[in-house]
């Protein structure tokens, strides 16, 4: 062809810029590798030599003039397509392992249709001519993947049990340690020790602290290490129940603090209830604590000796002598007035326990004071965590045993107050001072419970069993809450027998002991 063609040695004609579409090529197992010279290979450490990568070149024109780069209509130059076979027209890179690619099989056009070109997946053999090629040497192993069992020394195996225990090891140190159990005793032991303490870790249990705890470190304490001056132990349950309502407030937060609460109490017949706030409680129990503080010779909160003596009236003059609705700042002087009272009393010694704490229309002696202080603090302490939604347990057995002691014993008295106002039967059976009298046996059943002998016609008498005329069965928490006008006494009652009379006029009167 003439003009701006030309002309291949082969004599076939060829249109500029025309891409020509290489020979097939040979799989590499159809060939015999062995007769391919290899090429050097570098020294071991080193890099490959320049002349380790045949210079790949592009083949002269059929004029000897410089070959042309035409470009395509990408704009991209294409290579120039010289004279030879087809398998030769487009120049292959050599393989990245610097082995020179063989040649493609040729045709053989007087072979049969299914053996004419060669079969790339077929395994060459003797059938085709070629020798079966050697098997590649096998790749060695991975210097990072070793199958053999870890070895470690004892110690780090005893360190790994309790990591072990809880499945934190690894699958290499898990079958250490495993391996390891099997011949040494004393690691076996503590790996199956530290088994069992894995399944305390996962208990359902109350986070909530036992409301005992406080008192049996107490008393591991004071059992290694005596205190140089004891808290009494009548003021024991005072102590534990401030202490206790104290922790309540230190979990509250701002806002609850001015939650509503209803307070309940019994007055004659019926119950009344009064509506104040979860600080309005805390000044209500300071309040009626300054009547210990003032027996004690300590500051009343209120104005000194001008305050007046009954509970309720107390609380009222606080109340209102608050400019502002009581915050959580009121925890801080009934915390530090509670401290005060129990370490006045502590230094006092044992004679101020008779002190009289007067509450206006009767009047107790400090020891029975501070039990009635520790009562009411419970008893206000649960409905602040009723109104917040936190969990109060009652006290412990032994103070709130005391605590319904101290009730029973002010059965007769509160008794033959209501039969003066009108409200109870008439005595039937009058004693002389200290004689056993006619009396209802109260049994107290569960927590704190006991069995005592109320007195039903004179408060000087004495209870006595064989006197008993009636019996009333009562849970300790139940009677309790009776006590303090949480419950009305006719649903207060689990179980009766004998007297009907005796057995209402004792509920009512442990009833009328409530108070704001």
Same mark, same amino acid.
């Given at each position: 062809?003439?003009?701006?063609?030309?002309?291949?040695?082969?004599?076939?004609?060829?249109?500029?810029?025309?891409?020509?579409?290489?020979?097939?090529?040979?799989?590499?197992?159809?060939?015999?590798?062995?007769?391919?010279?290899?090429?050097?290979?570098?020294?071991?450490?080193?890099?490959?030599?320049?002349?380790?990568?045949?210079?790949?070149?592009?083949?002269?024109?059929?004029?000897?003039?410089?070959?042309?780069?035409?470009?395509?209509?990408?704009?991209?130059?294409?290579?120039?397509?010289?004279?030879?076979?087809?398998?030769?027209?487009?120049?292959?890179?050599?393989?990245?392992?610097?082995?020179?690619?063989?040649?493609?099989?040729?045709?053989?056009?007087?072979?049969?249709?299914?053996?004419?070109?060669?079969?790339?997946?077929?395994?060459?053999?003797?059938?085709?001519?070629?020798?079966?090629?050697?098997?590649?040497?096998?790749?060695?192993?991975?210097?990072?993947?070793?199958?053999?069992?870890?070895?470690?020394?004892?110690?780090?195996?005893?360190?790994?049990?309790?990591?072990?225990?809880?499945?934190?090891?690894?699958?290499?140190?898990?079958?250490?340690?495993?391996?390891?159990?099997?011949?040494?005793?004393?690691?076996?032991?503590?790996?199956?020790?530290?088994?069992?303490?894995?399944?305390?870790?996962?208990?359902?249990?109350? *986070?909530?602290?036992?409301?005992?705890?406080?008192?049996?470190?107490?008393?591991?304490?004071?059992?290694?290490?005596?205190?140089?001056?004891?808290?009494?132990?009548?003021?024991?349950?005072?102590?534990?129940?401030?202490?206790?309502?104290?922790?309540?407030?230190?979990?509250?937060?701002?806002?609850?603090?001015?939650?509503?609460?209803?307070?309940?109490?019994?007055?004659?017949?019926?119950?009344?209830?009064?509506?104040? #706030?979860?600080?309005?409680?805390?000044?209500?129990?300071?309040?009626?604590?300054?009547?210990?503080?003032?027996?004690?010779?300590?500051?009343?909160?209120?104005?000194?000796?001008?305050?007046?003596?009954?509970?309720?009236?107390?609380?009222? #003059?606080?109340?209102?002598?608050?400019?502002?609705?009581?915050?959580?700042?009121?925890?801080?002087?009934?915390?530090?007035?509670?401290?005060?009272?129990?370490?006045?009393?502590?230094?006092?010694?044992?004679?101020?326990?008779?002190?009289?704490?007067?509450?206006?229309?009767?009047?107790?002696?400090?020891?029975?004071?501070?039990?009635?202080?520790?009562?009411?603090?419970?008893?206000?302490?649960?409905?602040?965590?009723?109104?917040?939604?936190?969990?109060?347990?009652?006290?412990?057995?032994?103070?709130?045993? +005391?605590?319904?002691?101290?009730?029973? +014993?002010?059965?007769?008295?509160?008794?033959?107050?209501?039969?003066?106002?009108?409200?109870?039967?008439?005595?039937?059976?009058?004693?002389?001072?200290?004689?056993?009298?006619?009396? *209802?046996?109260?049994?107290?059943?569960?927590?704190?419970?006991?069995?005592?002998?109320?007195?039903?016609?004179?408060?000087?008498?004495?209870?006595?069993?064989?006197?008993?005329?009636?019996?009333?069965?009562?849970?300790?928490?139940?009677?309790?809450?009776?006590?303090?006008?949480?419950?009305?006494?006719?649903?207060?009652?689990?179980?009766?027998?004998?007297?009907?009379?005796?057995?209402?006029?004792?509920?009512?009167?442990?009833?009328?002991?409530?108070?704001?």
């Amino acid at each position: 062809m003439t003009g701006g063609g030309r002309e291949s040695e082969g004599g076939e004609e060829e249109v500029r810029g025309a891409r020509r579409i290489p020979g097939p090529r040979g799989a590499a197992d159809d060939l015999d590798l062995a007769s391919v010279p290899l090429p050097p290979l570098p020294p071991p450490g080193g890099t490959a030599p320049d002349e380790a990568v045949p210079e790949q070149s592009q083949p002269a024109s059929a004029s000897g003039d410089a070959p042309e780069t035409p470009e395509s209509d990408a704009g991209q130059p294409e290579p120039d397509l010289g004279p030879g076979p087809a398998a030769e027209a487009w120049p292959e890179a050599e393989p990245a392992d610097g082995h020179p690619r063989p040649a493609a099989p040729e045709w053989d056009p007087t072979a049969p249709a299914a053996e004419a070109w060669p079969d790339p997946d077929r395994e060459p053999g003797p059938a085709d001519g070629h020798p079966r090629p050697a098997a590649p040497e096998p790749h060695a192993p991975d210097p990072l993947v070793s199958s053999a069992p870890v070895v470690l020394p004892h110690q780090v195996l005893k360190a790994l049990l309790g990591a072990w225990a809880l499945s934190a090891c690894s699958a290499e140190e898990t079958a250490a340690v495993e391996d390891h159990l099997t011949g040494c005793a004393p690691c076996a032991d503590e790996a199956l020790r530290l088994r069992d303490a894995v399944g305390l870790l996962h208990t359902d249990g109350s *986070l909530d602290l036992d409301p005992t705890l406080r008192t049996r470190v107490l008393d591991g304490c004071f059992g290694r290490r005596p205190a140089r001056i004891p808290v009494p132990e009548w003021a024991a349950p005072y102590d534990a129940e401030t202490a206790r309502l104290d922790a309540l407030l230190r979990d509250i937060g701002d806002s609850e603090w001015h939650a509503p609460v209803r307070l309940q109490w019994f007055e004659e017949e019926r119950q009344v209830s009064r509506r104040t #706030t979860v600080a309005g409680v805390i000044g209500h129990l300071m309040a009626v604590d300054g009547l210990l503080s003032a027996a004690l010779g300590l500051d009343d909160p209120l104005d000194g000796g001008k305050a007046p003596l009954d509970p309720t009236e107390r609380t009222e #003059t606080y109340w209102s002598a608050t400019r502002r609705p009581p915050t959580r700042a009121v925890r801080e002087p009934w915390r530090a007035q509670s401290h005060e009272l129990i370490r006045t009393a502590s230094f006092a010694g044992r004679n101020v326990a008779e002190t009289s704490v007067s509450y206006g229309a009767f009047a107790l002696p400090l020891q029975d004071a501070a039990l009635d202080r520790a009562f009411e603090c419970w008893v206000h302490g649960g409905d602040i965590a009723d109104a917040v939604d936190y969990p109060y347990p009652a006290p412990s057995a032994a103070h709130l045993h +005391r605590m319904i002691d101290l009730a029973a +014993r002010m059965l007769p008295a509160a008794l033959a107050g209501r039969r003066s106002a009108g409200l109870a039967g008439p005595a039937k059976d009058l004693v002389a001072a200290g004689a056993p009298g006619r009396s *209802l046996h109260l049994e107290i059943e569960g927590h704190g419970g006991g069995d005592w002998y109320i007195a039903l016609d004179s408060p000087a008498a004495v209870g006595a069993p064989e006197r008993a005329v009636a019996q009333v069965a009562l849970d300790g928490v139940e009677f309790c809450r009776l006590v303090a006008g949480h419950i009305s006494p006719v649903e207060a009652a689990a179980g009766q027998e004998g007297d009907r009379e005796a057995i209402r006029d004792v509920l009512f009167a442990a009833a009328s002991l409530s108070r704001l």
